[in-house]
């Protein structure tokens, strides 16, 4: 695709231990024409090594928030700030494999294009400037919008892989002209949300096999310290999309599913932080206050108790085995060699 000049948006918060692996590998992709670090508040030293990181070609810009404003705010700033027409959104604790931006150019025709993740236990990320991935082949699909939803439901003990943590580059032009930023409401889910805001309005969202992101799985990352009413925004934002009058049945039907999936979560959410604050009783008036709440908390609590009961007398694994790395999608056949 001719135009490839790429931004790398990182929006970062007390990354400083990771944050120069994340800034080198994106330096070094030859079509990577702006690098711009957004330090949303943080109170370590993330401005000074990311600064340190610079390689001197001119391309990287540090943007500094004295008050945390979210993953949302920092990269619709960046994308302000930024000129080149395409984007590409890199957290701070992860890193591109090199040659990620040759690959996902390589043909025409898209508006966002995104390829496969290698999850890598913290445990077992060492120099990662020396890891790779598998050669597989490219195996170009495109995504629709029931596609995309269906693929961000979750399921109970199965490792995570939901769509909305790809990270795809995306077209400029598309956003502009469909007035699309990310939703600044939302501190969890709010690259699913834009995701599936710009599948409605008609983008063509390519995926392939190939392998350019590294991601780094650590228990304390902030996707993983969501508050309840994170929950509730996100579930809310589906109603938003529901709104569409665009939208067909069909894409209808698997957007309230994914909707009443996050509404239950939240409920049962709710519930047990209405326990800890208040106590059971309030949490039971809580329950029993509508079917809606009272179903998805009865089934939440009794699979968690039937999970304990079986993890106690050893028919459940107490800890549920992750292998060092993994794929976000299923990895096709190994390319040929040329």
């Not at 399921?155 to 930023?181: C, M, N, T």
């Not at 992101?213 to 228990?219: D, N």
Request: glycine share 6%.
């Amino acid at each position: 695709m001719t135009g490839s000049q790429v931004c790398v948006i990182i929006a970062a918060r007390n990354a400083a231990r990771t944050i120069p692996a994340a800034i080198a590998s994106a330096l070094r992709e030859p079509e990577v024409t702006e690098v711009v670090v957004v330090d949303d508040a943080s109170t370590d030293d993330t401005v000074k090594v990311a600064q340190a990181a610079d390689d001197g070609s001119g391309r990287l810009c540090i943007i500094r928030f004295d008050v945390n404003r979210g993953p949302s705010f920092a990269r619709n700033a960046a994308i302000a700030r930024s000129k080149s027409p395409f984007i590409s959104v890199l957290d701070a604790d992860d890193f591109f494999l090199a040659g990620r931006f040759r690959e996902l150019f390589a043909g025409a025709n898209w508006d966002f294009a995104a390829d496969n993740i290698m999850l890598i236990r913290d445990d077992a990320a060492t120099d990662v400037s020396k890891i790779v991935a598998p050669r597989f082949s490219a195996d170009p699909e495109f995504l629709n919008f029931e596609r995309f939803i269906e693929g961000n439901i979750s399921r109970r003990r199965v490792q995570r892989g939901e769509l909305g943590f790809l990270k795809p580059v995306i077209s400029r032009a598309f956003l502009d002209r469909h007035g699309l930023r990310y939703d600044e409401n939302l501190r969890l889910g709010e690259d699913y949300e834009l995701y599936a805001r710009a599948v409605a309005c008609g983008a063509r969202f390519k995926v392939i096999r190939s392998c350019g992101y590294g991601a780094i799985v650590r228990g304390d990352s902030l996707s993983g310290r969501h508050k309840t009413q994170d929950l509730k925004r996100l579930a809310d934002a589906d109603l938003a999309l529901l709104a569409i009058d665009t939208l067909p049945e069909a894409s209808k039907a698997v957007l309230r599913r994914h909707e009443r999936h996050v509404r239950d979560k939240y409920r049962l959410r709710n519930f047990l932080d209405v326990k800890a604050e208040r106590g059971l009783a309030s949490a039971a008036a809580y329950a029993l206050a509508s079917q809606s709440n009272l179903v998805p908390i009865v089934r939440g609590v009794a699979a968690d108790k039937l999970e304990a009961l079986f993890r106690h007398f050893g028919f459940v694994s107490k800890h549920q085995h992750v292998p060092p790395r993994r794929f976000l999608m299923a990895a096709t056949s190994p390319a040929s060699e040329t």
